[in-house]
């Protein structure tokens, strides 16, 4: 097993790197989720509909794809530390045009360019951790990054509630720039550059294509690719419909519906935990199966209950915990395998994962509530419908008994 750490990155500041990248790769989850318990004070405040608001949740998502499949080839051919430093000042300055925003129609705006601005965070974090490690501590510093990362749609809404407690849904944006000064602050003190000048990708426009190009060829990342992307689509709708689940039909206060996400984050973060030791053990296409066999057969439950009739608040709840522990394995699992596959482009790769996260996850996030009312059974049906998505494309194109990504994290 080999490490590969340049000379600027100081072994003994690996720690506080891992750390701040686990910070950026977090903040724009929080962006996308911890507004979600004031979305109907928004749409009073801002005089509009909950589809539009949904739809602000959408705009984020496609700007945190469409900036991380951009952002990410650039920097194979750039470098990560100016792309990282630009994106966290520009997430500062879009949260409080958010926090200020006269309208609906400005506030999505923001929201689109604050999530293209995020995404630099998430995309350029995964490539400076594959840039300075190799197999187990690769896929241990990977699998910390997305445990932060799936934890943060959990507990964004918790927080979220709290800031509601104090403050109107604009002090939410306000504490998310204050966030993003913090975060450029910490990237200024403690990410070096980890792609040297001789390891960057030439050749421009062309290259960058190029690389992607040679990417979507190998039909396993395809499918890795498809199985992650879907598993997220099935969380956002998850997130997307939850606030009117929970307080709609089961009548919970905010501070009620923080306290159940709350719960499930503990699932989440001890999945992720679980998959951290195991790592370098057991084969990672193994891990992953598991956590998609858990994610599935929680909401086929779910569904199944809620056909017969049975739609109570614990029973959900119950689902809902195994959907969101299942997520803590899934997630780093396959963004190991991923970046594993990709590893010669590792921030086309990169970019490319976090495309196929949030454009299924924008096209998901409204479908809950695309027929008018957003319900118990609308919403797990759009969730176990991403699921069997993810499911087709691990078992036609991951095939994960062909142990792909698995030669670097042996």
Not at 103 to 118: C, D, N, P, T, Y
Not at 153 to 169: M, T
Not at 337 to 357: C, E, R
Not at 375 to 388: E, I, P, R
């Given at each position: 097993m080999?490490?590969?750490?340049?000379?600027?990155?100081?072994?003994?500041?690996?720690?506080?790197l891992?750390?701040?990248?686990?910070?950026?790769?977090a903040?724009?989850?929080?962006?996308?989720?911890?507004?979600?318990?004031?979305?109907?004070?928004?749409v009073?405040?801002?005089?509009?509909?909950?589809t539009?608001v949904?739809?602000?949740?959408?705009?984020?998502?496609?700007?945190?794809?469409?900036?991380?499949?951009?952002?990410?080839?650039?920097?194979?051919?750039?470098?990560?530390?100016?792309?990282?430093?630009?994106g966290?000042g520009?997430?500062?300055?879009?949260?409080?045009?958010?926090a200020?925003?006269?309208?609906?129609?400005?506030?999505?705006?923001?929201?689109?360019?604050?999530?293209?601005?995020?995404?630099?965070?998430?995309?350029?974090?995964?490539?400076?951790?594959?840039d300075?490690?190799?197999?187990?501590?690769a896929?241990?510093?990977l699998?910390t990054l997305?445990?932060?990362?799936?934890?943060?749609?959990?507990?964004a809404?918790?927080?979220?509630?709290?800031v509601?407690?104090?403050?109107?849904?604009?002090?939410?944006?306000?504490?998310?720039?204050?966030t993003?000064?913090?975060?450029?602050?910490?990237?200024?003190?403690?990410?070096?550059?980890s792609?040297?000048?001789?390891?960057?990708?030439?050749?421009?426009?062309?290259?960058?294509?190029?690389?992607m190009?040679?990417?979507?060829?190998?039909?396993?990342?395809v499918?890795?690719?498809?199985?992650?992307?879907?598993?997220?689509?099935?969380?956002?709708?998850?997130?997307?419909g939850?606030?009117?689940?929970?307080?709609?039909?089961?009548?919970?206060?905010?501070?009620?519906?923080?306290?159940v996400?709350?719960?499930?984050?503990?699932?989440?973060?001890?999945?992720g935990v679980?998959?951290?030791?195991l790592?370098?053990?057991?084969?990672?296409?193994?891990?992953l199966?598991?956590?998609?066999?858990?994610?599935?057969?929680?909401?086929?439950t779910?569904v199944t209950?809620?056909?017969?009739?049975?739609?109570?608040?614990?029973?959900?709840w119950?689902?809902?915990?195994?959907?969101?522990?299942?997520?803590?394995?899934?997630?780093?699992?396959?963004?190991?395998?991923?970046?594993?596959?990709?590893?010669?482009?590792?921030?086309?790769?990169?970019?490319?994962?976090?495309?196929a996260?949030f454009v299924?996850?924008?096209?998901a996030?409204?479908?809950?509530?695309?027929?008018?009312?957003t319900?118990?059974m609308s919403t797990?049906?759009?969730?176990?419908?991403?699921?069997l998505?993810?499911t087709?494309?691990?078992?036609?194109?991951?095939?994960?008994?062909?142990?792909?990504?698995?030669?670097?994290?042996?």
């Amino acid at each position: 097993m080999t490490v590969r750490i340049d000379s600027a990155t100081p072994a003994t500041g690996t720690g506080r790197l891992v750390i701040v990248l686990a910070g950026l790769s977090a903040v724009s989850p929080f962006a996308i989720d911890m507004y979600a318990p004031g979305f109907p004070q928004i749409v009073t405040s801002l005089g509009t509909t909950k589809t539009a608001v949904q739809l602000s949740l959408t705009a984020c998502l496609v700007g945190l794809a469409v900036g991380q499949v951009v952002l990410g080839p650039v920097s194979d051919a750039m470098g990560r530390r100016r792309l990282l430093l630009a994106g966290s000042g520009m997430f500062t300055v879009l949260s409080l045009v958010c926090a200020l925003a006269p309208s609906i129609a400005v506030f999505e705006v923001a929201r689109l360019l604050q999530g293209i601005a995020g995404s630099a965070g998430i995309v350029i974090g995964r490539a400076v951790i594959s840039d300075l490690f190799t197999g187990t501590h690769a896929a241990r510093r990977l699998s910390t990054l997305s445990v932060v990362a799936s934890t943060a749609p959990v507990l964004a809404p918790v927080l979220g509630s709290l800031v509601l407690g104090i403050g109107s849904w604009r002090l939410v944006f306000v504490a998310l720039a204050v966030t993003g000064l913090l975060l450029l602050t910490a990237v200024r003190a403690w990410v070096p550059e980890s792609l040297p000048v001789q390891r960057r990708r030439t050749g421009g426009l062309r290259s960058v294509l190029a690389a992607m190009g040679g990417l979507l060829r190998r039909p396993e990342l395809v499918g890795h690719l498809l199985v992650l992307g879907c598993g997220l689509g099935a969380l956002f709708a998850y997130i997307s419909g939850s606030p009117f689940v929970f307080q709609g039909v089961y009548g919970l206060s905010p501070t009620g519906y923080s306290l159940v996400f709350a719960t499930n984050a503990v699932g989440t973060v001890v999945a992720g935990v679980l998959f951290g030791r195991l790592a370098g053990r057991v084969r990672l296409n193994s891990l992953l199966v598991v956590g998609v066999v858990i994610t599935v057969a929680s909401l086929l439950t779910l569904v199944t209950l809620l056909a017969l009739g049975i739609s109570t608040f614990p029973v959900t709840w119950a689902c809902l915990f195994g959907l969101t522990s299942g997520f803590g394995v899934l997630l780093p699992a396959s963004t190991a395998i991923i970046l594993a596959v990709g590893s010669d482009a590792p921030g086309a790769a990169s970019g490319m994962l976090g495309g196929a996260q949030f454009v299924i996850g924008a096209v998901a996030a409204p479908l809950p509530g695309a027929l008018g009312n957003t319900t118990a059974m609308s919403t797990a049906v759009v969730v176990l419908g991403f699921l069997l998505l993810s499911t087709a494309a691990l078992l036609t194109l991951a095939r994960p008994w062909q142990g792909h990504g698995e030669s670097a994290g042996t």
